[in-house]
């Protein structure tokens, strides 16, 4: 496989960073996971937008041209459909120290993974998932794809632990998101979802379910959502890049309405599936 390390592609095995890399030793970096269908980044755009977000936020400035840069890596790797993924640290030092020069130059680096076409595979071929709700122990800032994930990761794990597949985290009595994707509901016809802001991602997938919902004349709405409007809510979803929306299907081991994925989620799969076509 050809990976983008600094500038240069090159391949995986050649590809070392430096252990005095902030992003290894702090976790001191952004990214973003991006998906390539037939060769193409799907919301490449929004993508991108969001990294120059994250970017700014911590102040890291790293002027490459990413869609030339990604959309050539997706080639090298053969086209089709992959996952691309893209790091950047504040770069590296020869010591570990909290302060950093404004000079540093950041570490680039992106690679690919297969991935299959969800859409092409059909909705039959999209199983429901299994939650547990449990507390959000993240920072301040969640609105930066941080590659500061432990408190994703653990609540992940805790999900395994309990037999479950997705992870809700819930913070100050209302839910936020997903270890790795944005929260909806469905009630009587209408999809509710948190607000954006510092205690959630503003995640691409989310903000196409809205465009989508809008030009289908599906009403939407951003809101608190507390645990008892999620547990009596007709549907739940969960999305992101990877995933696109997907049902939830039982939380804290009661199922959502009949446990069964519902229509509005059939309904806005076909119309992703009719996006992605276009
Ligand atoms: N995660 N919320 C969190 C905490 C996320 O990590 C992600 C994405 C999302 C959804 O964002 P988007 O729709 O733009 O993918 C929401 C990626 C896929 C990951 O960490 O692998």
Same mark, same amino acid.
């Given at each position: 496989?050809?990976?983008?390390?600094?500038?240069?592609?090159?391949?995986?095995?050649?590809?070392?960073?430096?252990?005095?890399?902030?992003?290894?030793?702090?976790?001191?970096?952004?990214?973003?996971?991006?998906?390539?269908?037939?060769?193409?980044?799907? /919301?490449?755009?929004?993508?991108?937008?969001? *990294?120059?977000?994250?970017? /700014?936020?911590?102040?890291?400035?790293?002027?490459?041209?990413? $869609?030339?840069? !990604?959309?050539?890596?997706?080639?090298?790797?053969?086209?089709?459909?992959?996952?691309?993924?893209?790091?950047?640290? /504040?770069?590296?030092?020869?010591?570990?120290?909290?302060?950093?020069?404004?000079?540093?130059?950041?570490?680039?680096?992106?690679?690919?993974?297969?991935? $299959? +076409?969800?859409?092409?595979?059909?909705?039959?071929?999209?199983?429901?998932?299994?939650?547990?709700?449990?507390?959000?122990?993240?920072?301040?800032?969640?609105?930066? $794809?941080?590659?500061?994930? !432990?408190?994703?990761? *653990?609540?992940?794990?805790?999900? /395994?632990?309990?037999?479950?597949?997705?992870?809700?985290?819930?913070?100050?009595? !209302? !839910?936020?998101?997903?270890?790795?994707? +944005?929260?909806?509901?469905?009630?009587?016809?209408?999809?509710?979802?948190?607000?954006?802001?510092?205690?959630? *991602?503003?995640?691409?997938?989310?903000?196409?379910?809205?465009?989508?919902?809008?030009?289908?004349?599906?009403?939407?709405?951003?809101?608190?959502?507390?645990?008892?409007? *999620?547990?009596?809510?007709?549907?739940?979803?969960?999305?992101?890049?990877?995933?696109?929306?997907?049902?939830?299907?039982?939380?804290?081991?009661?199922?959502?309405?009949?446990?069964? $994925?519902?229509?509005?989620?059939?309904?806005?799969?076909?119309?992703?599936?009719?996006?992605? +076509?276009?």
């Amino acid at each position: 496989d050809t990976v983008f390390l600094n500038g240069e592609f090159i391949a995986q095995q050649q590809a070392t960073v430096s252990v005095f890399d902030r992003g290894f030793l702090f976790g001191d970096s952004v990214y973003e996971v991006i998906p390539f269908y037939r060769g193409q980044g799907f /919301r490449l755009d929004e993508h991108l937008q969001r *990294l120059e977000h994250s970017l /700014r936020a911590i102040q890291i400035n790293a002027d490459y041209d990413w $869609k030339t840069i !990604l959309t050539r890596l997706v080639a090298m790797n053969g086209g089709g459909n992959l996952s691309v993924y893209l790091q950047i640290s /504040r770069g590296c030092s020869g010591n570990r120290s909290h302060i950093y020069a404004a000079d540093m130059v950041p570490t680039v680096f992106a690679c690919c993974s297969p991935i $299959k +076409n969800i859409y092409a595979a059909g909705a039959d071929s999209i199983a429901g998932v299994r939650a547990i709700v449990t507390a959000d122990l993240r920072w301040g800032r969640c609105d930066i $794809k941080s590659t500061g994930l !432990l408190p994703n990761i *653990l609540v992940m794990q805790q999900a /395994r632990q309990s037999g479950v597949d997705e992870a809700l985290m819930i913070r100050d009595g !209302l !839910l936020t998101e997903g270890a790795s994707c +944005n929260l909806m509901l469905v009630d009587k016809g209408v999809i509710y979802t948190p607000k954006r802001g510092s205690e959630i *991602l503003g995640g691409t997938t989310r903000e196409l379910i809205l465009e989508l919902a809008a030009e289908d004349g599906i009403p939407t709405q951003e809101v608190d959502i507390d645990y008892d409007r *999620l547990m009596a809510a007709d549907e739940v979803w969960i999305s992101s890049s990877t995933r696109a929306v997907v049902p939830v299907l039982e939380i804290d081991g009661q199922p959502v309405a009949d446990g069964n $994925k519902g229509p509005l989620w059939a309904r806005m799969f076909e119309l992703f599936t009719r996006y992605q +076509n276009d």
